[in-house]
């Protein structure tokens, strides 16, 4: 269990969508300070001390490395950042795939490597953001990422769990941002959403399912895939 209250937390793609909720719920939750990271940090809004942006491209190796540099009391990391692609992952080349891998699997990794021994100092904790694509293979390369991100969240969760550091996966289907603005289907709201996230993150959850879509593909997971595939999300 990881309350949240006192806690420095660094949040990465903070500058719209979920990140940016995140922030703000963080804060009514008394943390002590959040790192706000998005790869322009101007698009921080800075409504409270409590606030420091940070420049942070999770795919940039030396930028990942400036970051760690700066943000050394960390001890709750939340890999939010996420891009989406909509492109086959038999295109040729697989480029999409390649970056969508980089983003949503590599640099979510690159930062748990940076931060792991200050968290273990702390006692803190990881908060890494998969999706119920993972379980549903319905988003071409994206799905391929964050099923990727998911088995990555459970494999760092045995060498993590003994430092004393708490991993824990948040699953979820639509949620109204950016992301999905093209989609005319039901969406939760980002606040509920992160306020799910933070519960999780609150009460020590291994994985965190935001919704009932979520929950209800969760318990269909040991049906075969073509019934999967019936499910309404
Ligand atoms: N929306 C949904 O329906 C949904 C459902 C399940 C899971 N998720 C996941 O939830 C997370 C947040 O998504 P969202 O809905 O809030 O999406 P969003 O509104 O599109 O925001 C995505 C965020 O990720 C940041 N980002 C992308 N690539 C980055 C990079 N290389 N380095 C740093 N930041 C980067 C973006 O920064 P810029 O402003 O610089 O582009 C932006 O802040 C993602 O991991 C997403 O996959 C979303």
């Not at 908060?127 to 099923?147: E, I």
């Not at 109204?176 to 993150?201: C, F, Q, W």
Request: charge should be negative; include cysteine.
């Amino acid at each position: 269990m990881t309350e949240l209250v006192n806690q420095t937390v660094l949040v990465t793609g903070a500058g719209r969508g979920m990140g940016r909720e995140y922030v703000a719920q963080l804060l009514d939750r008394g943390v002590a300070k959040v790192y706000a990271a998005a790869r322009n940090p101007q698009a921080i809004e800075v409504s409270d001390p409590r606030v420091v942006p940070l420049q942070l491209d999770v795919t940039d190796a030396q930028s990942i490395e400036q970051a760690a540099a700066t943000a050394h009391d960390v001890s709750v990391l939340i890999n939010n950042a996420g891009s989406v692609e909509a492109a086959s992952v038999l295109d040729a080349g697989a480029a999409s795939l390649r970056r969508q891998l980089e983003t949503n699997v590599f640099g979510p990794l690159a930062l748990v490597r940076a931060f792991a021994d200050r968290l273990a100092e702390r006692h803190g904790a990881v908060l890494n953001v998969c999706s119920v694509m993972a379980w549903m293979p319905l988003a071409g390369g994206y799905s391929v990422s964050k099923a990727a991100l998911g088995s990555a969240t459970d494999v760092i969760r045995t060498e993590l769990t003994p430092r004393g550091i708490q991993v824990s996966a948040l699953y979820m289907s639509f949620v109204d941002t950016d992301m999905t603005a093209a989609m005319g289907r039901p969406k939760s709201a980002p606040a509920d959403i992160v306020r799910a996230a933070l519960d999780g993150v609150e009460t020590g959850e291994a994985e965190i399912l935001a919704d009932d879509v979520t929950r209800a593909v969760r318990t269909h997971l040991h049906r075969p895939i073509a019934e999967r595939l019936t499910l309404p999300l």
